[in-house]
């Protein structure tokens, strides 16, 4: 019933920048939080960062100062901009959606496919 689409990962240098996006369609009356998650190689899925109402937000320890979520509630979509990069950040992003769908009585939870993101020089 609801799809979630991210774009924006890529390849780029230590200390340099990006945006990821992740936009989501569907039966949707309103989403209540949005996250980033990311998994490298052989570690677990860790989260990221969390936004309630496009107001609330949480940070994972080593982005704090880096990493900085937002939320545009009239095209449901959710950003993460990532500065300063480090190796470490090195991963596949994940975006994360809870939601309450159109007849505004069902809640679901719904992930998108994942963007990699590569920090190397």
């Known amino acids: 019933q609801v799809q979630l689409v991210e774009s924006g990962g890529g390849l780029v240098q230590p200390g340099g920048s990006l945006r990821l996006s992740c936009a989501a369609s569907?039966?949707?009356?309103?989403?209540?939080?949005m996250g980033w998650y990311r998994q490298a190689p052989g570690k677990q899925r860790e989260l990221v960062a969390t936004i309630i109402n496009a107001v609330s937000t949480n940070y994972a320890d080593s982005v704090k100062g880096r990493f900085t979520i937002s939320r545009d509630n009239a095209k449901n979509t959710a950003y993460l901009q990532m500065n300063d990069l480090k190796p470490e950040d090195t991963a596949v992003y994940y975006c994360?959606?809870?939601?309450?769908?159109?007849?505004?009585?069902?809640?679901?939870?719904?992930w998108g496919q994942g963007t990699q993101v590569t920090v190397s020089s």
């Open positions: 994360n959606a809870a939601l309450w769908h159109s007849d505004r009585l069902r809640r679901g939870e719904y």
């Open positions: 569907g039966s949707i009356f309103r989403i209540a939080t």
